[in-house]
């Protein structure tokens, strides 16, 4: 059975709900592991008033037993705390808050949404599932949803960490203001954990910071780029023999699925283009006491043909400005086709640094389905022994 997931829930609905399937038996997994990767996505200088609402905590319905999963599906529930303020509003009977004008909350305040807001999914959304309560796609679209992929991507990160994978994030551009380090992967780590940006370069987070302030104060918001780093892959991840079996393709893919995500890049990436190949391709040497083929420079970011190359992963995405602002732009009310206002929901001025912890999960939930199509089995042990076996035929080749 392939990995994969799916998530339900609306952002001020009674909860989102997980189901993982495909992760083999014998792994094991606490709620406080999850947890902490759904605290780690409410952190970060310029999140707004919906993250000192929510304090994020998975609960296990299924799937696991003893501390380690069972083989069968896991599912997941993380409950919404503001639900108390929208049930009214977001309740699922009949003749209730989905009567169109009639959706308000205790104070009389009508929740109904006629005014999109220009880059989010509620026009196109509406329009497509012919919803003139455009509050049945933002809901949806929200990016508390991504709740639930940070629950799933903590599985993943467990399972690739007991063959000693491990996923570092943090955030290198915030409205154009550049963060850069030449550390390791690990001492990246642990500055980005103390950072309020989840940034390692000290000074540019200072100019973060006034940016943050100064886009605030003018009812603005800001975008950026987090990088994600992943050490201990092993050679062999995906495959060049169909364009859907491609690992940079499924890794693009999951990152762009992020809310807001505009542009992933690996490696070099796009600055590839202003080199000659002799100043890109990475050069191949062979250390004959470790018997391993290695690179002196890593600018395919890990990837070759589709495939892991034994180098660290090296991702990078591009988050936009969020579209909710506090000073809205231009729209139109699609019942009377007037102009004005978009609509202004709670929001944050960035979250960029909440996007890097989103992307670390969502990057190791797509290398563990690459991981056990490599290695499928159905237990841990079987995994650890196929793993194994895999890794001593790399260094007799």
């Known amino acids: 059975m392939p ?32 947890n902490h990767q759904l605290a780690r996505r409410q952190m970060g200088y310029g999140r707004g008033g919906r993250m000192k609402i929510e304090q994020d905590r998975a609960e296990i319905l299924s799937g696991v037993r003893a501390g ?17 303020n929208w049930q009214k509003v977001m309740s699922s009977k009949a003749g209730s808050a989905s009567g169109g004008d009639v959706a308000q909350d205790d104070s009389g305040q009508s929740k109904v949404v006629h005014h999109p807001r220009p880059g989010h999914a509620d026009l196109p959304g509406g329009m497509k599932y012919d919803h003139h309560d455009l509050r ?7 990016a508390r949803e991504t709740a639930g992929r940070v629950a799933a991507g903590a599985i993943a990160r467990k399972l690739l ?7 570092v994030g943090h955030l290198v551009d915030l409205g154009g203001v550049q963060s ?27 100019r973060m910071i006034a940016k943050i302030d100064e ?49 992933v890049e690996i490696g070099m990436g796009f600055a590839s283009a202003a080199h000659f190949g002799s100043e890109v391709h990475d050069e191949i040497f062979y250390q004959a006491k470790e018997k391993r083929f290695y690179r002196k420079t890593n600018n395919a970011g890990g990837l070759e043909g589709g495939m892991t190359n034994g180098e660290n992963l090296v991702l990078r995405a591009v988050m936009k400005p969020l579209s909710t602002l506090y000073r809205p732009l231009q729209s139109v009310n699609i019942m009377t086709k007037e102009p004005y206002q978009a609509t202004v929901e709670r929001t944050d001025i ?18 563990a389905q690459a991981f056990l199509e490599k290695f499928g089995s159905d237990s841990l042990k079987e995994l650890r022994r196929n793993f194994e076996g895999f890794l ?4 007799e080749f």
Not at 161 to 167: A, D, G, L, Q, W
């Open 3 to 34: 990995l994969r997931f799916l998530t339900a829930g609306e952002s001020h609905g009674q909860a989102l709900i997980v189901i993982v399937e495909g992760m083999p038996s014998g792994l094991p997994i606490k709620e406080e592991e999850i």
């Open 68 to 84: 380690k999963t069972l083989g069968s599906p896991i599912a997941l529930k993380i409950n919404n705390k503001d639900w108390d």
């Open 136 to 142: 049945n796609i933002l809901e949806r679209a929200s």
């Open 161 to 167: 960490s007991e063959f000693e994978i491990e996923i």
């Open 180 to 206: 850069t380090t030449d550390l390791a992967p690990k001492k990246i780590a642990e500055k980005a954990e103390a950072s309020p940006l989840r940034t390692v370069d000290s000074k540019a987070e200072e």
């Open 215 to 263: 886009a605030k104060k003018n009812g603005d918001s800001l975008g950026g780029i987090f990088e994600i780093i992943v050490t201990g892959l092993p050679v062999g991840l995906g495959s060049h023999v169909q364009w859907d079996r491609k690992l940079d393709g499924e890794l693009a893919r999951a990152v762009m699925s992020i809310q807001a995500i505009k542009g």
């Open 350 to 367: 960035t979250a960029v640094p909440a996007a890097s912890v989103i992307g670390e999960n969502v990057v190791a939930f797509t290398l």
């Open 392 to 395: 001593k035929q790399c260094r």
